[in-house]
């Protein structure tokens, strides 16, 4: 076969083969990066829309899992104030029982309950953020409210919870219904327990100051079961920190493994690149220079 | 005396002939970067002797024949439309994908952000700023959809006007190939060959344009036909293309005598164009509809069935047409809804701090609620990102390997019809060399006439 040099088709185009992958290879050095558009890698491209979905979704659960943890630690504050008041409550009444207690001393009781019940009362209403903690759902409402005529206490929340996902289908309470801590099953909530108990402390009425440390110890009781929920929540959010953590990492390798170029072996190819581009333009010299009437006299 | 005579006449004739080889040799190498110049080689023939008392009479040109190779160069016009097609897909695709961006910041990123903004709403569902962030994540979801399908619409459109320059360059070849028709069957010598390589360039370039098939008529000249056996040229006839715009989609159908032919041209870079505009870009419309009709869908039937801050039963969120068809271009957030972010509804009871609403928009980012319940949004924006990608990629790859059939082919073309440098410098020595001796011949005739003439003094 006769061979003829074209330096456009034979000597152009593998200068310009080889220019290209060395521009690629420089621009991949240059960027840290093996994707560039769709075409580098379809497949790998797809799936770094899903890890990056992923690597969005995670950090909005770790979002949730930070605010829930905040209104989580608070709630549980609360609850241990409220427990400590509970006690406080509990002892002073039954330090005003008895035949040994006098008037005095029963009126000091009725004071101390006062006080807690006061206490009780703002802890109960604690909002955090601008939200209520024990209304249930309707967390723009304050929780206990006092009739001003009447002195009776009304629950304004109601009965459901306001939960977050923390994790794909772990949700945890963020605002828990109150009611079924301070009353539960109870005919009456604890701050008309504790009103009715200053009444009884103060009139000396022991049978009511039996059944009003009853009622307190019932809602003792929930409060720390209500407590222990929240803890256990607390250590199960904690546990989803550290898992979301982990997957993110995870999903952040699988992202770089597709998107991220291997720089060492970017930098590799790129020499490479560069050795072809200089031999690619040599022969083609080489080539166009020599011919039969170089040799011709 | 007179055989001396008929020997310098011998002698003339062949520093004739070899003087046409030197000059058929610098033609040649005239036209080395000459596009489409066939090589020329001068065919020689012995004068046989008339009778017994001479040797012969020397050497004649019979003529300056051009090496061509119709096989070949009909080969390399077929691989030549299919190059150009690929090279039209993947040259028009390459803008569309990079239109599409990086994954994590285009059309995904939106709306991860969308939803993520909504798993903002469900941890205070009471928040003005969350609700402020739902309506300008929402608007941002929307707008990256409307300029989505902006990009793909202009794509189309750029398509659109690349087929009718090209439909005005496939005209202009065929009217010049009608003329150098008319040329060749009346022209003689030479002229030809001259007249037949710039037809084989017009009609290479062509066959770059479209799916074209040239037939060889007995006068020399050639008939051009698109598709199935439409007429461009016909002798000296060129049968231009028309173009007519249609009123519904804006974009141009090729005519051909009346006909509309759009369809039949799938080769050349007028094929890619048109399989760019009319098949992958309308695919790639469709899919992008297709995400933004079922995500925002799914996000109104979960906003409706909620209530927003007043209490009330919640609207619409986003606003979008009755079928798919159009639902990026038109997808908006509910002018009501975006005035007052109180009707964002995050609460499926009514209650302030109830989130249930939010909390199941937000979940819509992981849900397999698309597609019949097999894929999330996410899924079906990857699914269309890889579509365009492996496109491009296919394209590409088929281009390079088609374009290496065609090199092959331009080798064993110009193996038969290049010219090249080191033969043309053989024969520039070889008939300078024959110059020589037959000067030389020349120079002892005429030597011997002179003896003779001296004699005769």
Same mark, same amino acid.
């Given at each position: 076969m006769r061979v003829t040099f074209d330096i456009v088709r034979d000597g152009l185009s593998s200068i310009q083969t080889a220019a290209t992958s060395l521009s690629e290879a420089q621009l991949q050095v240059a960027s840290g990066k093996r994707l560039r558009v769709p075409s580098d890698d379809p497949l790998g491209t797809r799936l770094a829309v899903g890890e990056h979905t992923s690597i969005g979704a995670i950090d909005s659960y770790t979002r949730s899992v930070d605010s829930a943890a905040s209104r989580l630690a608070a709630a549980d504050g609360t609850l241990t104030d409220i427990i400590d008041k509970l006690t406080s409550a509990i002892a002073a009444t039954t330090g005003a029982r008895g035949t040994t207690s006098d008037p005095a001393s029963r009126l000091a009781a009725a004071a101390t309950l006062g006080g807690l019940r006061d206490a009780l009362a703002r802890d109960i209403n604690t909002r955090f953020d601008g939200t209520a903690l024990f209304g249930g759902t309707r967390?723009?409402?304050?929780?206990y409210v006092q009739d001003p005529v009447t002195g009776v206490w009304t629950y304004q929340g109601d009965n459901a919870q306001v939960q977050v996902e923390v994790e794909q289908g772990h949700r945890v309470a963020i605002?828990?219904?109150g009611s079924s801590i301070f009353q539960g099953s109870d005919p009456d909530n604890v701050l008309n327990v504790l009103e009715g108990l200053i009444t009884a402390v103060t009139t000396n009425n022991q049978a009511a100051m039996a059944t009003g440390i009853a009622d307190l110890q019932r809602t003792f009781d929930r409060a720390t079961q209500a407590q222990s929920r929240v803890g256990a929540d607390e250590v199960g959010i904690a546990d989803a920190a550290s898992r979301l953590s982990g997957l993110k990492l995870a999903a952040e390798t699988r992202r770089s493994k597709v998107e991220d170029a291997n720089m060492a072996e970017a930098i590799a190819r790129m020499n490479r690149a560069d050795t072809a581009y200089r031999a690619a333009l040599s022969a083609v010299s080489q080539a166009e220079r020599q011919s039969l009437l170089d040799y011709l006299r | 005396m007179s055989g001396l005579l008929d020997s310098l006449s011998l002698a003339a004739r062949s520093l004739d002939a070899q003087r046409m080889g030197l000059d058929v040799a610098g033609q040649n190498l005239a036209n080395l970067n000459t596009e489409g110049y066939t090589r020329r080689r001068l065919e020689l023939a012995e004068l046989a002797a $008339?009778?017994? +008392? *001479?040797a012969g009479r020397g050497v004649e040109v019979i003529g300056v024949r051009a090496l061509r190779d119709q096989y070949v160069e009909g080969r390399l016009r077929q691989e030549q439309q299919g190059t150009s097609r690929d090279a039209a897909i993947a040259e028009s695709l390459g803008v569309v994908e990079s239109a599409f961006g990086l994954p994590g910041q285009s059309v995904d990123a939106a709306m991860t952000s969308f939803f993520d903004s909504f798993a903002a709403l469900a941890i205070d569902a009471t928040s003005s700023e969350a609700r402020d962030g739902v309506l300008v994540q929402g608007q941002l979801v929307a707008s990256s959809f409307n300029q989505m399908s902006d990009r793909l619409v202009s794509a189309g459109r750029e398509a659109d006007n690349a087929v009718r320059s090209g439909v005005d360059e496939l005209n202009a070849l065929s009217s010049r190939i009608g003329l150098l028709n008319s040329k060749i069957a009346t022209a003689t010598g030479a002229e030809v060959e001259s007249l037949r390589d710039q037809r084989a360039v017009a009609l290479s370039s062509l066959a770059e344009l479209a799916n074209v098939t040239v037939t060889s008529r007995s006068d020399g000249m050639v008939d051009v036909s698109l598709g199935q056996g439409n007429p461009l040229v016909m002798g000296s006839t060129a049968y231009p293309l028309g173009i007519t715009t249609s009123s519904i989609s804006g974009m141009a159908s090729i005519l051909s005598q009346g006909t509309d032919i759009t369809a039949e041209i799938t080769g050349g870079r007028i094929g890619g164009l048109l399989e760019v505009r009319d098949q992958r870009i309308p695919s790639y419309i469709t899919r992008l509809d297709d995400l933004a009709y079922q995500m925002a869908t799914e996000v109104n039937t979960r906003h409706q069935a909620g209530f927003d801050a007043n209490g009330a039963q919640g609207l619409t969120f986003f606003n979008i047409p009755a $079928? +798919? @068809?159009?639902a990026a271009a038109m997808i908006a957030v509910n002018p009501t809804v975006a005035a007052d972010s109180k009707l964002v509804a995050a609460s499926s009871t009514g @209650? @302030?701090?109830? *989130?249930q609403t939010a909390q199941a928009i937000a979940g819509l980012r992981d849900a397999r609620v698309l597609n019949g319940g097999t894929a999330t949004p996410s899924d079906l924006w990857a699914e269309l990102v890889y579509r365009v990608g492996a496109d491009v990629s296919t394209a590409r790859a088929s281009h390079d390997s088609r374009q290496l059939v065609v090199d092959q082919l331009q080798r064993v073309r110009d193996s038969v019809s290049g010219v090249s440098v080191d033969e043309e410098a053989a024969m520039l020595m070889k008939f300078q060399r024959a110059y020589e001796a037959n000067a030389r011949y020349f120079g002892t005739i005429s030597s011997v006439m002179d003896s003779l003439m001296r004699m005769v003094g």
């Open positions: 967390v723009d409402q304050t929780p605002a828990t219904d | $008339t009778d017994r +008392s *001479n $079928t +798919s @068809a159009g @209650a @302030a701090g109830d *989130n």
